[in-house]
């Protein structure tokens, strides 16, 4: 039920985003701001006050990964990104959102 709820909402913003004449501009922001906090919370994390925080921290960058994996499908949908540079893109981020996915699970293992 969600990936078909997932698909609907998709489908709906990128006919949005045809709709709206200053779209590149708007689009670039969204995945500026989610792109780069991934890295800014990971910084944060490594001063977290405690293992909760940590986790805490690591679960934000977690989101915020995979909405920019969203803007990243929307933009690439919407023909503002070239394929090479969308796979490439999508793959590394892949590759933080496994990264981020087994050290939240080694935290919380380390908790109990």
């Known amino acids: 039920m969600a990936t078909d709820l997932q698909e609907l909402s998709y489908r ?4 949005i985003v045809k709709l709206d004449e200053k779209r590149h501009f708007v689009l670039s922001k969204q995945i500026l701001r ?3 906090a991934i890295g800014a919370l990971v910084a944060e994390a ?3 006050q405690s293992s909760a925080d ?3 921290k690591l679960h934000i960058a977690l989101k915020e990964a995979n909405e920019t994996l969203y803007w990243l499908r929307l ?3 919407s023909g503002y990104l070239p394929e090479k540079l969308y796979l490439s893109l999508r ?3 892949e590759s933080i959102i496994r990264v ?3 050290s939240i699970i080694t935290m919380k293992e380390k908790q109990k």
């Open 12 to 15: 709906y913003a990128l006919r």
């Open 34 to 36: 989610s792109g780069t």
């Open 46 to 48: 490594q001063y977290a």
């Open 54 to 56: 940590f986790i805490n």
């Open 75 to 77: 933009i690439h949908g």
């Open 91 to 93: 793959r590394e981020l």
């Open 100 to 102: 981020l996915t087994k």
